[in-house]
């Protein structure tokens, strides 16, 4: 009977220890799982690192945008007059010649001959008309021989002319000072009338076709300022609009604009394609932001704003603390005071303990820098400037780099030791 009764509670034993490990377990595992939510609850993202700009009224230089060909004031293509074999050339690639430059020479043996034959005879003409007329004058010589000698040394005289002018042929010479490109013949070739030699260009002054829609022809005007650029970025040089095109192309309702630039250095090629600005009267007190600081999404464009974070409210009293105040308040006894003087010495230490965590928290707090998502109205763009019309006050601090990962009421902090709106070796330049 012992043995059985002492086996019931070894068992019993066994089952309240499986029990308590079991529900041990169980509690912990309970109540990690919730300190992992409520921390992941109450946990708050880091701040973001961004860079901004503070907007303020600035001047802004409107302008109307085009897309350029450049050509030399003066250009062509050179070509012979007449045919024959090239005997000389006189000139090589990229070389500036003077105006009335001879540059190719071609085969004029039979020319030059015809034309010393042709002054001989105009000499021998020229003698006998001073002939006929000595003896006019002495009363011996008939008026139709003087006329038919006057008439015979007129046209030796116009056959050497002649004659010189078909000599003259044989020379390609340069109508104007440039730049002579790569020569398109050899010597010992036959040349037939138009054939091309060379191209001459010159390069000291170049203009600029391009064209714009016919809503902008209104701002346009003779003598405006130009500048025109090789790519996206700098414009470094400046011309101004020689000539507009009195007609608007009726296909494509675009004007014709000519302008003339100054190529000193010998940068702007003929042929080459340019950006071009038609620079307009400046105007005051416009707000605009890098390009960099303007988002495009399918509700519309924004901006982000750093602001002040509004600080947290105090946390009303708790309504169960009241009566427990209440109760402290009534009159009681000398033994019921006395019992309570250690309670309330007892809560000093919680209080304080409370207080002392509460003020880490709130150290915590004060880098208050949230994100503020504010849609805009953009208008004109500039040299990696947009203006923005409408939802930007002046004053305003603008994220300008960073917005694919930042979100409404985000917190941030920023850092403008780097600005996203400049290459980097300005920035290095100026470090």
Known sequence: MFKRILRIAIIA??????VVVVGGIVGFNFLRENGIKQYFATMKPPAATVSTT???????????????????????????ETTGIVKDILFHANQKVADNAVLLQLDAGVERADLDAQKAQA???????ARALELTKRGVGSDSTLDTARAAASASASQVTKLQAVLDQKQLTAPFGGTVGIPKIDIGQYLAPGTAVVTLQDLETMRVDFSVPEQQLPLLKIGQ?????????????????????????????????????ANPDGKLTPGQFVQV???LPEEQNVLALPQTALTTSLYGDYIFVVQQAKPAEAQPAK?????????TDKPADAKPAVE????????????????????????????????????VKPGRRNDGMVEIVEGLKAGDEVVTAGQNRLFNGMSVKVDNTIDPTKSANKQAAQQ
């Open 225 to 261: 300022t130009i500048r025109l650029g090789l790519g996206t970025g700098d414009m470094p040089f400046a011309g101004a609009i020689r000539g507009i095109d009195p007609k608007i192309d009726p296909s494509s309702r675009l004007v014709n604009i000519r302008a003339e630039v």
């Open 277 to 279: 600005r038609v620079e």
């Open 319 to 327: 309504p169960e603390e009241k009566p427990a105040a209440a109760a």
């Open 340 to 375: 309570a003087k250690p309670a309330t010495d007892a809560a000093k230490p919680a209080d304080k303990a409370a207080a002392d965590q509460a003020k880490p928290a709130a150290e915590g707090e004060k880098p208050a820098l949230v994100l503020s998502q504010v849609f």
């Open 123 to 129: 000499a021998l003409d020229q003698t006998s008309l």
């Open 54 to 80: 503070v907007a303020r009224p600035s001047s802004w230089t409107p302008g109307v945008e085009a897309i350029g060909t450049v050509r030399a004031v003066r250009g062509v293509d050179l070509t012979v």
């Open 13 to 18: 034993l066994v089952l309240l220890v499986l």
